[in-house]
């Protein structure tokens, strides 16, 4: 999308897009259209690729929505929390705008597209990670890497299971998980194993002891 619309990735954003008046997106009495009119060449057609829209409030709520799910994608993987609750508010703008100047089917995908990004923000990997090493400073680093790597296998978004489970193993120092076969245990297995053998100052005496069934 950034490639074929170079223009728009500068420092002014997609300020450009609404500096000139377009009196086709002047607000009026007039209900708003089911779908954005989309303008194509006649070369165009048989690519099936689309030109911009007609309007420049819709063309320009397209181009913010791309800009805030690339932003939330990518601070979801670097664990960025502050550039996630920047995304969700610039959703949530949209969203009110959306109301007003689109269709309901765009105001019900953003909207879907804020929840998604709040659940995946509050289910992330990395704010466990980074609790669990509050006391450890000197490996915080080596830990958001792990927790990059598991990003990187598709399991950085923390089940329900594995959420209850990292809450326990964080303020706890012993608890049982019991959950089905393909739930995410081994990965709260293995937190805490590093927690008891890296993270927790050990005290003179018996060792501690991890029992995985």
Known sequence: ???????????DGSGSLLAAEDEADIESDEPAEDGVEVARAPDDRDEGVPAPPASKIGWYVVVELVRAVGLIGDSLRRGNSSRIEQAVNKLSGLSTLATRLASDELWILINLIEATAKRYSDNSLHGRVSRLTANVPGLQARMWRFAREQYARGRGVLWTSQVQGLERLITSNSFALCTPTGSGKTLVANLALVKELLLVHTQPGAAPLALYL
Request: no cysteine; glycine share 10%; charged share 25%.
């Open 1 to 11: 999308f950034w490639r074929d619309n170079p223009a728009l990735t500068g420092r």
